[in-house]
């Protein structure tokens, strides 16, 4: 039993071995998460998170699991998210430490937290950057992308905060006011993954489409619904437990992600601090991307792909891969971004109909949705 937060929590099979190489377990996991609550709990609270059960630890797939099980205790927060075919699940809401080392107990490594919190689901307040490299590209690379996403932000009014993802990229987290849906919110990060690549031509990519990226791909479709990644403070199934930390904006040039692990985040925050601490203290306004948005569906560049379980939007391109498209559409929109789509040429002042419209019901045709 651990006691924590004024609880007492079971913890079975604490010396159950969950990272091979350095030899730490589930009990080292939970203590880990103790050490570091109050600074994880901040982009945990109040948000519905799904489990990612690592049951028998890093060497096997996780079990993703929306639902917390049928037989919880009594104090264990929760939050009723309603899908579109009409199902609801209670997912895990982690109110203090307690529910940190609960779901430890069950196998869950990292935390994947929804951007919204429970008080409005349908109003994310969170915007995020996922910077993705992709085959062959190094971490200096990522790490220079980072910047520009920087730089972007705040020529539009917004203070991005950056981490490790723990594995492959940096994420950069983005407190907003809770005023937009999710169709809107993505319709911000997609402007602003044009304009980082925009500035950044031989560095960063917004195309969905694997065989057209190089350099970096900033994944606007992070902030569309129902998708999650790795909350701050969480460790990765890395086989060195890597942490998605947080970082200071002078710290991303040199920062090596092996350096921030399970074994050496939690010395970090006590002497150096949370990075993070200050996120909710002035939440942004998405209204300047939303103009630069505007800014490029009226000169021709509509939305961008979705991912493939998503309804097809209706002012979205083909979801067909770009080589076994017999007549895709020739390039249209301000030199330098990527998507197709969009009004068509001669349409003018202001949105065509259907831009930032709520999804048609209906899931598309099967073809629509090949990814090759």
Known sequence: MVEVAGREVRLSNPAKVYFPKPGWTKLDLATYYVEVADAALIHLRDRPTVLKRFVNGIMEDPIWQKRVPARVPDWLQTATVAFPSGRTAEELVAGDAAHLVWAVNLGVIDFNPWPARRADLDRPDELRVDLDPTPGVGWDEVRRTALVVRDVLADHGLRGYPKTS???????????????????????????????????????????????????????????????????????????????????????????????????????????????????????????????????????????????????????????????????????????DPQPGGPPPGVRGGLQQGFGAKPRSGQGYEHEFDEG
């Open 166 to 336: 723990g594995s492959k990229g940096i994420h950069v987290n983005v407190r907003i006011e809770p005023r937009w849906e999710f169709l809107e919110v993505r319709r911000a990060a997609l402007a602003l993954a044009r304009e980082v690549e925009r500035r950044a031509p031989e560095l960063a990519t917004s195309k969905w489409w694997k065989e057209e990226r190089h350099g970096v791909f900033v994944d606007y479709n992070q902030n569309a619904r129902d998708r999650t990644v790795a909350s701050c403070y969480s460790v990765r199934p890395t086989v060195d437990a890597r942490v998605s930390c947080a970082l200071e904006w002078d710290e991303v040039p040199d920062v090596e992600p092996g350096d921030l692990r399970l074994d050496t985040v939690p010395e970090r925050l006590r002497t150096v601090g949370d990075p993070a601490a200050a996120i909710d203290e002035r939440p942004g306004s998405l209204d300047s991307l939303h103009e630069l948005a505007r800014r490029d569906e009226e000169e021709g560049l509509g939305d961008a792909p979705w991912p493939p379980h998503f309804p097809k939007q209706r002012s979205e391109p083909k979801r067909v891969q770009p080589s076994r498209d017999r007549d895709r559409p020739a390039q249209r929109g301000r030199i330098g």
